[in-house]
């Protein structure tokens, strides 16, 4: 940032200060003289469009911001090189994701024993019974859905006499019947959430509520920056550029218990998978599945069908609708046999451009989530994560069992 605003407030002479690439060697290691080359071109050009001439010149604001852009994609290369790997930056969202939706078949399974409800529907019993009495807005903020799904499953719940009102705004609270159950799927979501945190202390355990805490907070903070966005009510034109003066609302704070490690990881996912949405929206007219979808066949391409739908662990005729519409948007092309299960899939021209620009977005979206975390808060958090996914792993595959052996 330094150097960029002396190039621009000084001009050409200020841009052959080899110093500078060698005191950014340390932190960028091979591609400091590239990233060097990048932010001197960009100060330079700006200068010009601005017609600004000599020396000793004030840097306008937004410049910084424009800036702002270029260093957020050069900053996870800078934590790859000061960690000493050459793997790519984490992407948490599809990580998460596929953790979270492991837990839900699972759990649909498990639940359907007791009686079939939605995951949302079940959440916000477990949310009025820990909480109280909730207004629709509150239990929207809480859970991280929007209000027209709590709405709907509130809905749901009053027709099933789980939970009552007195008016349409009012406070909801539990029925005497939506008590017993949710008392009742408390202690199995209690059990089943503490086989999750299987061979994880009592120590690791509270830094990785402390970690979620963090990353929720700044999930917010881009929910809140993306929606303003979408709505041209934001200050910045890069939602990836935090605010000092901006303090997002913390909302109810993470209880550490074995018994709800996966609630708090619930609405991190859904703020995050929120704000997701709207930037590839923004960035490329797709939903956050599309583009889900076309990374993972750009990813490896060409991708045959069984592994493309392994891989999005989704059933076979959502991730069809998915593939048929992106091959009708002339986004990807499928080869080989008749038959969509017999071809492989790639990107066109125009599908590889759209997903240069989801990596870049998903780097820097990911690189403002992580950006908190020190190297070793961000290496634990993320071991500890890996034990929890594993734990999840081996609870589907018993449900599946059950759930076998009770259709035999």
Known sequence: MDRAKAV???????????????????????????????????????????????????????????????????????????????????????????????????????????????????????????????????????????????????????????VERDQIRAPVSLTRKGTALSDRLLRLAELRNRELTFDIGDEELAQFFAVIEKLLHRAVMLYEQERALSQGEVKSLNPFAIDPAYEPSSGHPIVIERGRIISPLMTLSAYFSRSGALTFKRLTNLSNFESWVLNEIALDAPIDWNTLVSRLDRDHSQAGRTVRALVERGLIERAGQPGRRHGKFSPTAEGQRLFEIIQEASRQRSAFLMAPLSMPEREQFLATFEKVRRNAVVQLERERTFDELDQK
Do not use: C
């Open 8 to 162: 621009y407030a000084d001009g050409p002479e200020a841009a052959s200060d080899g110093k500078a690439v060698e005191e950014l060697t340390g932190l960028l290691g091979p591609m400091a003289e590239e990233a060097t080359r990048i932010v001197e071109a960009f100060a330079l050009g700006a200068r010009s469009s601005d017609g600004v001439t000599g020396a000793g010149n004030t840097v306008p604001p937004e410049f910084s911001t424009r800036l702002s852009i270029i260093l957020n994609g050069l900053a996870p290369e800078a934590e790859t090189h000061r960690a000493g790997r050459d793997d790519p930056p984490n992407v948490i969202q599809q990580d998460l994701w596929q953790l979270l939706y492991k837990v839900r078949e699972s759990a649909e399974l498990s639940y359907a024993r007791e009686i079939d409800l939605v995951e949302l529907d079940r959440r916000i019993l477990f949310l009025l019974r820990s909480q109280g009495a909730l207004v629709p807005a509150d239990i929207s903020s809480a859970v991280g859905v929007d209000k027209a799904q709590v709405s709907r499953s509130v809905k749901r719940l009053l027709e099933l006499k789980m």
